[in-house]
């Protein structure tokens, strides 16, 4: 069953204080009030702008003067979220969000960081990670919970679908903005919300809770298979030895290896560019036998009897 918002903001219980992550829309505001209600004095606000449409100011104005009705101090940083070339608009604003959340917890001794993602966030996230041949990673979806550098990051909604969040708003009559790009169906994102929640709302209309469970499934699969990476990064060593990966069966030499790119190098290879690395670890039998694979925004080669990454100059 579909969790009620009220019940849900009743079982977070995060480390304090707390800042919540606060774009000015409906989840993040129905956050905002309902922490601040239950520990007054103990919340306050982060406010990120992206400057990436005419909006942005008018939305940190009215995020300003909601606080101020609040009694809650609001802490406002504006980062450049352009995107390279090749990569997604949407990808990049959303590292830069979350890193400058993350700035923000550091030099202000935040201890915990509340995020506004829903039920309906985290269907659309497991589609588009379908949409795109995710791994189990990826079918995951967003993590309910995870700490970083001692900030504790929580997704306390999850389990609420978006209509209850603004059903709470309108009851309390709280106000909102709307984010014009949420209309926009160039972004996939919101072709799906549009489109295939309606029907997947029609056609199953338990479609939240069973795809919730899948998410969590996932993650409980990807947990073993970060946990069977550590150990065997732990007998082929860091860098690896090319030795020791070929000693692992093909699935589990992928696995390592994703992991030791993700977790070393913050690159994430593509399924062409790990399967051609696997290829070459297979092949490379003799001394002679040279490796330079691309992968991410470099290379993985072969140093002697390890590999290696290097980053493109």
């Avoid at 589609?127 to 997704?155: H, P, Q, T």
């Avoid at 190098?265 to 694979?293: F, K, M, N, W, Y």
């Amino acid at each position: 069953m579909p969790q009620d918002f009220a019940a849900a903001v009743a079982a977070f219980e995060p480390r304090l204080p707390l800042a919540v992550a606060y774009s000015g829309g409906a989840d993040s505001t129905a956050l905002l009030v309902a922490c601040a209600r239950r520990w007054p004095g103990r919340v306050v606000a982060t406010h990120i702008n992206h400057g990436l449409q005419s909006a942005a100011t008018d939305f940190e104005q009215h995020c300003a003067a909601t606080c101020t009705a609040l009694g809650v101090a609001l802490h406002r940083e504006r980062v450049d979220a352009r995107h390279a070339s090749g990569e997604s608009p949407e990808d990049a604003a959303r590292r830069a969000r979350y890193d400058a959340l993350h700035r923000v917890a550091v030099r202000e001794s935040f201890a915990a960081v509340a995020l506004a993602q829903h039920a309906d966030d985290q269907v659309e996230s497991v589609l588009l990670a379908l949409s795109r041949g995710a791994g189990i990673a990826g079918i995951a979806g967003m993590r309910a919970s995870w700490e970083r550098d001692g900030v504790e990051y929580r997704r306390p909604l999850l389990g609420v679908p978006a209509s209850q969040i603004r059903a709470w708003l309108r009851a309390e009559g709280i106000g909102w903005v709307e984010d014009p790009t949420n209309a926009n169906e160039q972004f996939t994102r919101n072709r799906i919300r549009s489109r295939l929640l309606p029907a997947l709302e029609e056609s199953f209309p338990a479609f939240r809770d069973t795809f919730a469970r899948t998410a969590r499934h996932a993650a409980q699969a990807q947990a073993l298979l970060e946990e069977l990476a550590l150990g065997d990064l732990a007998l082929t060593g860091v860098p690896p030895s090319i030795e020791a990966l070929r000693a692992l069966g093909r699935a589990r030499q992928a696995n390592a290896l994703r992991h030791w790119l993700k977790a070393h190098h913050a690159q994430q290879p593509s399924t062409a560019q790990l399967d051609e690395l696997l290829d070459q670890v297979h092949a490379c039998s003799t001394r002679g036998h040279d490796i330079r694979i691309r992968a991410g925004t470099g290379f993985v080669q072969r140093d002697r009897e390890r590999l290696v990454f290097t980053p493109s100059v």
